[in-house]
């Protein structure tokens, strides 16, 4: 079974600064999309950046970029000059679907406090 | 597009009610998600639907819960009789077949007292 782990419940950035969260997963399957999900204190979950498995290039979305590092099965996202709109909780995720089989499979979270 | 919808946003009920959480997707998805979120377990799937057809409820907790998507707009999850540990916050998600990309709903926040 597919699993997701994020090791560090809890992390803290000052403003204007950069950050990185881990993320490290379990499969057997050489096809399948990562992503990393935000959850403000609204609750909604957001969609921050996604990577598909076959490609090696490191996915990037303006301030956030990720380091997929494939034979490690580890999924890290850095947010560069963070902001205070950054405060939330964030999912890493995994995907993989054959045929009508598509199951995405989160991991625990982990809470970002902003310094101002 | 409107995006998934979720119905109620909060309900609270007392032990022994029956609960249905509402969900629409969004037109054109083929698969819609059912997860359960509280503190302690994190996200949790609970089941879902590809056209419309269950594919996976390994994730229901039990037999007081069921899920149905009677079309391809339209999905409930019902909690039939609710006890207090039913309390978590409940997302519809969707996504077509071609992407990746889980869309959710709001939540729906369920306490049962």
């Known amino acids: 079974a597919q699993t997701v782990t994020q090791s560090q419940p809890e992390m803290s950035v000052q403003e204007a600064e950069t950050v990185t969260l881990s993320c490290t997963y379990d499969?057997?399957?050489?096809?399948?999309?990562l992503f990393w999900y935000k959850q403000p204190p609204s609750r909604q979950m957001i969609l921050v950046i996604r990577q598909e498995a076959y490609k090696q290039q490191n996915a990037t979305e303006n301030r956030f970029s990720v380091n997929f590092q494939k034979a490690a099965k580890s999924f890290s996202l850095k947010i560069s000059d963070s902001q205070l709109g950054d405060a939330a909780m964030y999912f890493c995720?995994?995907?993989?679907?054959?045929?009508?089989?598509?199951?995405?499979?989160f991991g625990k979270g982990i809470t970002l406090s902003v310094r101002p | 597009d409107a995006g998934v919808i979720q119905s109620p946003r909060h309900e609270v009920t007392e032990m022994g009610q029956e609960v249905t959480l509402r969900c629409k997707p969004i037109?054109?998805?083929?698969?819609l998600f059912w997860y359960r979120q509280t503190m302690m377990r994190g996200l949790e799937l609970l089941i879902y639907f590809n056209n419309n057809v269950p594919i996976d409820d390994s994730g229901m907790p039990e037999d007081r819960f069921s899920a149905k998507m009677p079309n391809a707009s339209f999905s409930t999850l019902k909690i039939q009789p609710s006890e207090p540990r039913d309390s978590a916050v409940y997302f519809c998600?969707?996504?077509?077949?071609?992407?990746?990309?889980?869309?959710f709903g709001e939540g729906s926040r369920l306490t049962v007292l």
């Open positions: 995720a995994y995907l993989y679907y054959t045929g009508a089989n598509s199951k995405l499979t």
């Open positions: 037109s054109g998805h083929d698969y």
């Open positions: 998600a969707s996504r077509r077949q071609d992407t990746g990309e889980l869309f």
């Open positions: 499969t057997s399957e050489s096809d399948y999309y």
